[in-house]
C-alpha cells in the first residue's frame, strides 16, 4: 500500500518517537519507547463527508476486522467521503495487523461532543492504536517518569504534554505490553469546549486468535 503520510521532521524523546516513514512505526517495539507516532495527511473527501454531518448525530461504531477485512460502517449515513473513509479504516487495520503480526484487530469508531477519557489514566491492554479524524487529538503525558499511582493528583494538571495532530497515526503502549508492568503511556481524551466541533476518532486493537 501507499504511505499515508506527508513529510515531516522526526521528533524524539526518551519515551516517544515522531517519525516520518510507515516502516519505522516498528520502533514501537524499542523497550524505551511508549509512544509512536505517524503525522498522516487527512483526506479532504473524509475531512468534508464528516464535517457535514449533523452536528447532533453520536455515532458509535464496534466492529472486528481481518487483516483484509473492510468494514462496514452500517451507522454512518451514505454521503460522498464515506467510502473513502472506510478505505482509510481498512489501510490502517491492514498496516496495524502488518505490524502487530496479528490476524485481526477490533476497531471502534466514535463521533462524540465530550471527552471520553478526561482524566490521565493508562490503558490496560498492550497497544493500541489511535487517529483523531476530526477535533482535538489524543494528549499524552511527555515525561513518562510521572508517578502512576496517584495520577489524579492536583500536579498533574501542570504536566507538560503531547498532543496529536488529525490524522495522526498514533500507537500507545499499555500495562500490557510485555516488560511494561510498571509503564504504560500516561494519555487522556482532550477537552471539547461547548459549542465547538464534535471529535471523530478510532481505535484499533490487535487482536489474536485462541
Not at 504511505?3 to 521528533?11: N, S
Not at 489524543?138 to 507538560?160: I, S, Y
Not at 495532530?165 to 469546549?193: D, F, M, T, Y
Amino acid at each position: 500500500m501507499e504511505p499515508l503520510i506527508a513529510a515531516t521532521t522526526t521528533t524524539e524523546s526518551p519515551t516517544w518517537r515522531r517519525v516520518t516513514q510507515l516502516a519505522d512505526l516498528a520502533e514501537v517495539y524499542d523497550p524505551t519507547v511508549q509512544v509512536c507516532a505517524l503525522p498522516c495527511e487527512m483526506d479532504p473527501d473524509v475531512s468534508q463527508y464528516l464535517a457535514g454531518l449533523e452536528s447532533t448525530a453520536m455515532i458509535q461504531a464496534i466492529e472486528t476486522l481481518s487483516a483484509a477485512g473492510r468494514p462496514r460502517l452500517t451507522a454512518l449515513p451514505a454521503g460522498p467521503g464515506r467510502d473513502a473513509l472506510i478505505d482509510d479504516l481498512s489501510r490502517l487495520s491492514e498496516v496495524f495487523c502488518d505490524l502487530m503480526e496479528c490476524p485481526a484487530v477490533g476497531l471502534r469508531l466514535a463521533r462524540v461532543d465530550h471527552a471520553m477519557c478526561p482524566g490521565w489514566h493508562i490503558d490496560r491492554v498492550g497497544i493500541r492504536l489511535i487517529c483523531t479524524y476530526q477535533g482535538p487529538g489524543t494528549q499524552w503525558v511527555e515525561d513518562q517518569d510521572v508517578d502512576r499511582r496517584d495520577l489524579h493528583h492536583a500536579r498533574m494538571g501542570d504536566a507538560a504534554f503531547i498532543q496529536a495532530a488529525p490524522g495522526e497515526v498514533v500507537l500507545l503502549k499499555g500495562a500490557l505490553w510485555p516488560g511494561n508492568e510498571a509503564l504504560g503511556v500516561v494519555h487522556r481524551s482532550p477537552g471539547i469546549a461547548p459549542g465547538a466541533d464534535t471529535r471523530t476518532l478510532v481505535t484499533l486493537d490487535p487482536l489474536w486468535h485462541d
